[in-house]
């Protein structure tokens, strides 16, 4: 599945931060992104994230801007006209739509980040997730998984594992840190991910079937 037999450090200066914009969630989340956040501060590295101004997204925000860290918040028109970009933001690119959010994001960065959040951090996980196995993003994926709350998930991941909608090597597609002092580690050493992974999308059926890969 690897482009080699060894691995290389993958160079990063700029990583996609999904994660929460919700208000009332719990300190230990947000404490998490805001250490999150000093790393890439202290590693020079810039965030390209959804220009949330509060949860999560406004603190990673707020402490990357208190650092003098380089910060790009990338939103669709209709959520600026609600009032929920950061507006603190030097870098702010507005959009027409969700999708063209999460595909600039995703193009900007070097890594994914994927931390604590509700439905719209899910999705933006999957689409990421899923487009690796097809080998349309190759570059690495952790998920931040801060006092277990991706447990449910990864278990999830696991039992489509086991019942054949992913094969084994696909469980290689993400990795998992579950403190922020992992995270840039995990993303430095990932091996490389093929270009050609569309040709391991389909999964095999015990009885020799071949049958699609849930999506």
């Known amino acids: 599945m690897y482009s080699c037999g060894f691995i290389l450090p993958v160079m990063i200066s700029n990583v996609c931060v999904f994660a929460a914009s919700s208000p009332g ?6 404490e998490a992104g805001k250490e999150m956040a000093g790393i890439l501060a202290e590693k020079d590295i810039s965030m390209t994230y959804g220009a949330g101004s509060v ?3 406004g603190v990673m925000a707020d402490e990357l801007l208190d650092r003098n860290g380089n910060v790009t918040g990338i939103i669709p028109g209709f959520m600026k006209e609600m009032g929920w970009a950061h507006p603190g933001l030097k870098d702010l ?8 959010r999460k595909s600039l994001m995703m193009e ?8 604590p959040g509700g ?7 999957l689409e990421a997730i899923t487009l690796k196995q097809l080998g349309k993003f190759l570059k690495p994926i952790v998920i ?3 006092g277990g709350f991706y447990d449910p998930l990864l278990k999830h991941f696991e039992e489509m594992i086991n019942e054949h909608f992913m094969r084994p090597l696909h469980g290689k597609i993400w990795q998992v840190a579950s ?7 995990r993303i430095e050493n990932e091996p490389d991910w093929d270009p050609q992974a569309i040709k391991y ?7 020799g079937r071949v049958r699609t890969s849930g999506q």
């Open 93 to 100: 690119v507005v959009v027409d739509t969700m999708h063209e």
């Open 201 to 207: 999308a389909a999964v095999e059926a015990n009885i």
């Open 55 to 57: 949860g999560i997204m």
């Open 108 to 115: 900007k960065a070097d890594a994914i980040i994927s931390m």
């Open 25 to 30: 969630i719990s300190d230990r989340y947000l």
């Open 179 to 185: 403190h922020p002092s992992e995270v840039i580690e």
């Open 119 to 125: 439905v719209g951090t899910l999705e933006e996980l």
């Open 144 to 146: 931040l998984n801060t």
